[in-house]
T-cell receptor, first 111, second 110 residues
Framework: NAGVTQTPKFQVLKTGQSMTLQCAQD?????MSWYRQDPGMGLRLIHY???????DQGEVPNGYNVSRSTTEDFPLRLLSAAPSQTSVYFC??????????FGPGTRLTVT | GNSVTQMEGPVTLSEEAFLTINCTYT??????LFWYVQYPGEGLQLLLK?????DKGSNKGFEATYRKETTSFHLEKGSVQVSDSAVYFC?????????FGAGTRLAVHP
């Protein structure tokens, strides 16, 4: 039981490049989400999904795309990277109890 | 809207000292409240929770009481250890999301 896994752990992009951050969970959770963590701002919700085929925007969705074709996977796509997207990205999933389980994070730098 | 305010850090303590990290919230109704902990280089882990007013959450020697009169959920520990050094986040449960405070970094020295 791996929980929530994220790849890559680190990534450096140039402005304008695109990439996909991968997230997978093996707990059969319906709810999955993406947060970004910036100094002094806590975690802010980017997008979330309440089940396969259903996604919705969070607080800071601009510049990001998501899709949910399976229960297990919830990739986050950066369409055209900007320096303002330099951050640490966390994926999380939640079952029927209150606890959200977080992945180890992806540290992204955009130059 | 709903929001969470935490005391600014860093908080620096000696081992075995008493810890308090303040957290207050603004919310409609009485949402569930949480403390998460983030150890260096890791993701967040749930430390404790309280789902209704006057509930006390506890785990690993940490405690927090849901106080609706003061809209607070302060984190306390009677005797901290070096291994408690981490960033602590207070959060409340919003609609389909968690709303986090900015986080408080705790450094415990031997």
């Amino acid at each position: 039981n791996a929980g929530v896994t994220q790849t890559p752990k680190f990534q450096v992009l140039k402005t304008g490049q695109s990439m996909t951050l991968q997230c997978a969970q093996d707990m059969n959770h319906e709810y999955m989400s993406w947060y970004r963590q910036d100094p002094g701002m806590g975690l802010r919700l980017i997008h979330y999904s309440v089940g396969a085929g259903i996604t919705d925007q969070g607080e800071v969705p601009n510049g990001y795309n998501v899709s949910r074709s399976t229960t297990e996977d919830f990739p986050l796509r950066l369409l055209s990277a900007a320096p303002s997207q330099t951050s640490v990205y966390f994926c999380a999933s939640k079952g029927t109890d209150y606890e959200q389980y977080f992945g180890p994070g992806t540290r992204l730098t955009v130059t | 809207g709903n929001s969470v305010t935490q005391m600014e850090g860093p908080v620096t303590l000696s081992e075995e000292a008493f810890l308090t990290i303040n957290c207050t919230y603004t919310a409609t109704g009485y949402p569930s409240l949480f403390w998460y902990v983030q150890y260096p280089g890791e993701g967040l882990q749930l430390l404790l929770k309280a789902t209704k007013a006057d509930d006390k959450g506890s785990n690993k020697g940490f405690e927090a009481t849901y106080r609706k009169e003061t809209t607070s959920f302060h984190l306390e520990k009677g005797s901290v250890q070096v291994s408690d050094s981490a960033v602590y986040f207070c959060a409340l449960r919003g609609y389909n999301k968690l709303i986090f405070g900015a986080g408080t970094r705790l450094a415990v020295h031997p």
